[in-house]
T-cell receptor, first 113, second 113 residues
Framework: SQKIEQNSEALNIQEGKTATLTCNYT??????LQWYRQDPGRGPVFLLL?????KEKRKERLKVTFDTTLKQSLFHITASQPADSATYLC????????????FGTGTRLLVSP | DADVTQTPRNRITKTGKRIMLECSQT?????MYWYRQDPGLGLRLIYY???????NKGEISDGYSVSRQAQAKFSLSLESAIPNQTALYFC????????????FGPGTRLLVL
């Protein structure tokens, strides 16, 4: 069955450092992968989408890589700030497509001053 | 004003009661989704609708029903609420194929006693 794995343990880093979050998947051949940010009690907010033919995508301090051979995406936040503290979810389209997404359980990032 | 709104934001109900959660959107999107989120299980798709006449079950539709009253409105009903339906419920929308980002509402926190 399709499976997405994100580190369930919180990631604690110091302000100014680079945070790296991992998303691994099995039994998928996704055409794209998305990353969302979720704050407590709020709905997820889209951050970045990377397609299977793209190795890397950047947006301001965010960088996403997508390795279809390793079946892994890495999400980086450079020069992290306390305001970056949130849970980050990766999402992939279901094998049946049609924009139905399967979400990982998310990794909580805590950036301390 | 928010593009995707959900009412109510919080609801406490008793086992066996019928309740309805409502979602409205002003994004003009055809596609709408209902998810539930539980700690450790992430977001799971309950129902989705690609247009007013197209409604489909997601991975956990048992005990739920939906109604797509208009392009902008998608309601989720619990016909006879049970305690394990206690969760955070999110509505989301997306545009047509080629624009796969999903936009989430603020969520409804439901407690079934």
């Amino acid at each position: 069955s399709q499976k997405i794995e994100q580190n369930s343990e919180a990631l604690n880093i110091q302000e100014g450092k680079t945070a790296t979050l991992t998303c691994n998947y099995t039994n998928y051949s996704p055409a794209y992968l998305q990353w969302y940010r979720q704050d407590p009690g709020r709905g997820p907010v889209f951050l970045l989408l990377i397609r299977e033919n793209e190795k890397e995508k950047r947006k301001e301090r965010l960088k996403v890589t997508f390795d279809t051979t390793l079946k892994q995406s890495l999400f980086h936040i450079t020069a992290s700030q306390p305001a970056d503290s949130a849970t980050y979810l990766c999402a992939l389209p279901m094998n049946t497509g049609f924009q139905k997404l399967v979400f990982g359980t998310g990794t909580r990032l805590l950036v301390s001053p | 004003d928010a593009d995707v709104t959900q009412t109510p934001r919080n609801r406490i109900t008793k086992t066996g009661k019928r309740i309805m959660l409502e979602c409205s959107q002003t994004k003009g999107h055809d596609r709408m989704y209902w998810y539930r989120q539980d700690p450790g299980l992430g977001l799971r798709l309950i129902y989705y609708s690609f247009d007013v006449k197209d409604i489909n079950k997601g991975e956990i539709s048992d005990g739920y029903s939906v109604s797509r009253q208009a392009q902008a409105k998608f309601s989720l009903s619990l016909e006879s609420a049970i305690p394990n339906q206690t969760a955070l419920y999110f509505c989301a929308t997306s545009d047509k194929i080629g624009r796969e980002t999903q936009y989430f509402g603020p969520g409804t926190r439901l407690l079934v006693l």
